[in-house]
């Protein structure tokens, strides 16, 4: 009996010094190399995004694959704070101007920009450059299950407010660059640190907002 004690306690140290060592090697989230940088618009906190895809443009696979994207955002909304959700809000012939609104299309994205696939468009924005509605354009030629839906949780993390990082590592943010129209970057849902860099902008954004309803007071 004492022998089995003895082999419970050794184990719980290795268990505490493996813990140890892992909160020692967790990666520090640093701008522009594994983490992005803060882009200059973002949704409102606790927004629920009312999400619209453009009529026949999108197979019923590809809208799947799109709403997979939506719900990875979705399910972070309370670990970093944000409070922002998205739903499916149906078919459009038109972009949708409505209040937190975002229309998903499709348009000749390369082919207009050697340099880009895919495009987060602010539509309207609050005179504190707080996103009210906007769009997002994938081109048509990007097809592949993985590569649409590493587009989608890119684009929508502009809207989350974070900005390209080319520089970053690779596969260590949603937002590293594409190497091709069809090609996924690695990764299909927002990084640790990239929800770290969410969590920051947010619960800045609600100071700010707290501080302005104690002067209106």
Not at 183 to 191: H, K, M, Q, R, T
Not at 199 to 206: E, F, I, K, P, S
Request: a positive charge; aromatic letters at 10%; charged letters at 25%.
């Amino acid at each position: 009996m004492r022998r089995k004690n003895i082999s419970t306690a050794l184990l719980s140290l290795i268990l505490t010094a493996i813990q140890m060592v892992n909160a020692q090697q967790a990666e520090t989230c640093v701008a522009n190399h594994n983490a992005p940088p803060v882009n200059a618009y973002y949704w409102p906190p606790d927004t629920n995004v009312k999400v619209y895809f453009k009529r026949d443009v999108f197979t019923v696979d590809q809208r799947t694959i799109l709403l997979a994207a939506m719900k990875t955002w979705s399910d972070s909304a309370s670990d970093t704070g944000a409070g922002i959700t998205f739903s499916y809000a149906g078919e459009v012939d038109a972009l949708a101007d409505c209040r937190g609104c975002l229309t998903v299309t499709r348009r000749e994205v390369y082919k207009d920009d050697r340099k880009h696939y895919a495009f987060f468009n602010p539509l309207r924005q609050a005179s504190d450059g707080l996103l009210l509605s906007a769009w997002i354009d994938f081109d048509f030629a990007t097809t592949k299950a993985k590569a649409l839906q590493g587009f989608m949780a890119h684009e929508l993390g502009h809207g989350m407010g974070l900005w390209d990082c080319t520089s970053c590592k690779k596969h260590k943010t949603v937002m590293n660059g594409f190497s091709g129209i069809n090609n996924d970057n690695g990764l299909v849902a927002p990084s640790e640190c990239d929800l770290e860099v969410v969590r920051q902008v947010y619960q800045l954004q609600r100071r700010v907002d707290k501080n302005i309803r104690v002067v209106k007071k």
